[in-house]
């Protein structure tokens, strides 16, 4: 006997084909009020439908949606039901990107302009755009208007209590549900990536903010007030045109107000997790890819400085701290780190102190500069306790030991205005406390020494 064998692609058209009649069926038993026959069928073809949606037509598709996204509804499943509303949002607003194979005829469709150039070279051709043709979302709306607000609410309630974990999922679910009701803003996804982070679920938030770092959300609003009554109140666009064109509408002194963007902090933001997570390569690549969008940046500059140097490029480093004090010369952070760098080379400490001493002269209490100026007085010391613990009993090895004590106690003595000036400032830093200890113990002042030792136990 012959044996009959199927090629992928007909084995796909009869699959999508058997798909769309239990689409089709589910959503006759669906209008009709039989809800759980409909349930039944969508969770059939489900799994298939996620692998193989492209070859959908897009009403058929709409309808799978419509059908899935009221069950999970209904089933309590708020998170995912909005996802499905807002790809059922898509698919009915377009464009959607329709082509076609010329050699087997299959069709293909997708929200995704790029996806539709990569499918160009694939044999298909003939790109349209289109959209489903259906109005589902109509029928839900009103639910999913309501449901948005009160979970936005809900969130701010959540972050203002510091309950991050509840407010991030709850202002995602608010991200979808908008984008469901037709919105293109991107606010509740924003919300949701801050609150991740500050759950420290990094990894959900740097999805977020890669996700809107790729759409080039601002943040950016414009603000519509005017006085009525004698005080200055909130109007929405529409409202403000009308009653600006209005005589005797009973407002006056229209004004806009443009709020800030949040774009480059966005940026800043997804650099910061990625370089906690020691992935400096990719963080260089958006710190790069924000400076070109905003050069002036001070926090994308510093960040950007820093994985310079975290990723071996030393010279670049230099060089971008020494631009951003030259856009800002009161910009201690970035003089410090010069300091730091220049701090560790024995033949560029000259160079360190000044660095150092600049940024005190703009930053007083800066106490961790202090403590850099007195490490650089106390570098020899390791040698130098290194040598006296080598030294023996004997008459000669012990007048070594007396010139390398004095040598020890001149270093301290240096050093000390430096390090009380950093306990000065911070009085719960460990690494001064520790520091000041051993001065006071060196230069024999006991006094002072029980004093911090007595602070230090306090803490």
Not at 73 to 90: M, P, R, V
Not at 324 to 350: E, W
């Amino acid at each position: 006997m012959k044996k009959i064998t199927l090629s992928l692609l007909t084995l796909f058209s009869i699959l999508s084909f058997g798909q769309e009649k239990e689409i089709k069926e589910a959503f006759n038993f669906f209008e009709n009020g039989n809800k759980a026959q409909a349930q039944t069928l969508i969770q059939q073809v489900d799994p298939v439908v996620l692998e193989k949606a492209q070859a959908l037509e897009p009403d058929v598709y709409a309808k799978f949606l419509y059908i899935k996204g009221s069950t999970l509804l209904e089933n309590g499943k708020n998170l995912e039901a909005a996802q499905t509303f807002s790809i059922l949002s898509a698919y009915e607003q377009g464009p959607v990107y329709s082509l076609k194979n010329k050699s087997n005829k299959q069709k293909a469709f997708t929200l995704s302009k790029q996806e539709a150039n990569n499918l160009q070279t694939q044999g298909f051709s003939g790109l349209k755009e289109t959209k489903s043709g259906t109005n589902f979302l109509q029928k839900v709306l009103p639910v999913i208007e309501q449901k948005k607000q009160t979970i936005a609410n809900q969130a701010t309630e959540e972050y203002n209590a510091k309950n991050y974990a509840s407010s991030a999922n709850d202002f995602l679910e608010a991200h979808y549900l908008n984008k469901a009701a037709g919105s293109n803003d991107e606010i509740y996804m924003y919300y949701a990536a801050i609150s991740y982070h500050a759950a420290k679920n990094n990894a959900k938030a740097l999805e977020l903010y890669k996700e809107l770092i790729n759409t080039g959300y601002t943040g950016k609003k414009t603000l519509y007030t005017a006085i009525q009554n004698g005080v200055r109140v909130g109007l929405t666009e529409q409202q403000y045109n009308l009653f600006k064109s209005t005589p005797n509408s009973g407002f006056s002194d229209f004004k806009t107000e443009e709020t800030p963007s949040v774009e480059a902090e966005i940026y800043s933001y997804a650099i910061a997790i990625l370089s906690a997570d020691k992935k400096y390569d990719e963080a260089l690549t958006i710190a790069e890819k924000g400076l070109v969008k905003f050069p002036g940046d001070k926090n994308l500059n510093s960040q950007i400085g820093e994985l310079y140097y975290q990723t071996g490029q030393t010279d670049k480093y230099i060089n971008q701290l020494k631009s951003a004090v030259q856009k800002d010369p009161n910009d201690y952070i970035s003089l410090f780190n010069l300091g730091v760098i220049y701090s560790k080379d024995p033949k560029t400490y000259d160079l360190a102190k000044s660095y150092y001493n600049k940024v005190i002269s703009i930053k007083p209490d800066y106490a961790v500069a202090y403590l850099n100026l007195a490490s650089l007085s106390l570098s020899p010391d390791k040698e130098i306790v290194e040598k006296m613990k080598a030294l023996g009993a004997n008459k000669a090895d012990q007048q070594k030991y007396d010139v390398l004590l004095s040598q020890r106690k001149n270093m301290f003595k240096e050093a000390l205005p430096y390090i009380e000036k950093a306990y000065e400032f911070d009085k719960k830093d460990i690494e001064i406390i520790q520091v000041l200890k051993e001065a006071y113990r060196v230069l024999g002042m006991r006094d002072k020494l029980d004093e911090i030792r007595k602070a230090e136990n306090a803490l």
